[in-house]
């Protein structure tokens, strides 16, 4: 018998909608909603409900996106689900560690609004971007971007595709000799900042600050990191850990090897879109995947646990 991952998508996923037939069929999804609303003092459904600029900025995007996230796991908790161990990609680590009884919903929700205000004012807007590298490997990226001041790698997705950050005109640097050494294509994102740099070290010790005042138990299940791409089985290095994923490398193929290399062979990715599940089918087409971003997904758990 395999094992079952619950992952989490980071930013960049979230839509408008998102969770709304949760809440609006679940009390214990409403729940979360309301206390979200509660604990930040805006209203989270008209957020994530409602046609608004907000969505998108980083300051709003982190909870609204955890917040859904958080609520669809608890009603597949309710309906008996439960995982052997979790991941998410970033900003989705958060909901991790809610799966894996690390954080309490109403820290978590705390934390990432703090989170996303501390990335959003660490670097002026326009000074910073990202960058999607298409068609070469990590080795071959690490090569390039090693040589490049003010850019490094910020996320591992799976086979060719690997996303840079930094500076923007390092940036456009390096999309040049990324070019020459054979990408095949170099897209800039539509992102506020250079997220996973090292130009957002401040924010991370600032975070790392904020969190010496909240509550980190013991893993009850294992979760992996995304700074190391192994599991964290005890509390006390989650505080430096998150402190660190602020401005290092998100491994987030490394991390689904990790989980496929100790029996993980199914995967359920909890939140809006279907991201993760489309970076596991370039990594291990051999394991299965569900994703859960609508009521009506539930169904097909039954036919993958």
């Known amino acids: 018998m395999g094992k079952t991952a619950f992952i989490f998508p980071g930013q960049g996923a979230q839509v408008c909608g998102m969770g709304q037939d949760f809440y609006e069929n679940s009390k214990t999804a409403r729940d979360v909603f309301d206390r979200a609303s509660e604990l930040l003092g805006f209203s989270m459904p008209e957020l994530c409900f409602e046609k608004n600029d907000r969505l998108d900025i980083t300051e709003y995007t982190q909870a609204a996106m955890v917040t859904a996230s958080v609520a669809m796991l608890k009603v597949l908790e309710e309906a008996g689900y439960r995982a052997d161990v979790a991941a998410g990609l970033s900003l989705g680590e958060y909901c991790a560690l809610v799966t894996a009884g690390v954080m309490q919903p109403d820290d978590v929700i705390r934390t990432v609004r703090r989170r996303g205000i501390l990335m959003q004012e660490a670097v002026p807007a326009g000074v910073g971007g990202m960058s ?7 080795e071959q990226i690490d090569a390039v971007v090693d040589g490049i001041e003010d850019v490094q790698v910020a996320n591992y997705n799976c086979p060719g595709q690997i996303v840079i950050s930094g500076k923007k005109e390092a940036l456009e640097t390096a999309a040049e000799k990324l070019k020459e050494a054979g990408a095949k294509r170099v897209i800039p994102l539509n992102v506020s900042g250079p997220f996973h740099s090292r130009l957002l070290t401040e924010a ?9 005042d909240v509550e980190i138990c013991r893993p009850r299940i294992p979760y ?14 989650v505080r430096g850990l998150l402190e660190r994923q602020v ?17 993980v062979d199914r995967f359920v990715e909890i939140g809006p879109g279907h991201t993760l599940t489309g970076f596991i089918r370039k990594i291990d087409r051999g394991v299965k995947t569900v994703n859960i971003e609508k009521l009506a997904d539930m169904e097909k758990l039954g036919e993958q646990l």
């Open 204 to 212: 991370g010790k600032k975070l790392g600050v904020f969190l010496k």
């Open 132 to 138: 999607a590298v298409l068609g070469m490997t990590a």
């Open 247 to 263: 401005f290092s490398s998100v491994r987030w193929q490394q991390s689904v090897e990790r989980m496929i290399a100790d029996g």
């Open 224 to 237: 992996v990191a995304n700074v190391t791409a192994d599991y964290v089985t005890e509390a006390d290095a």
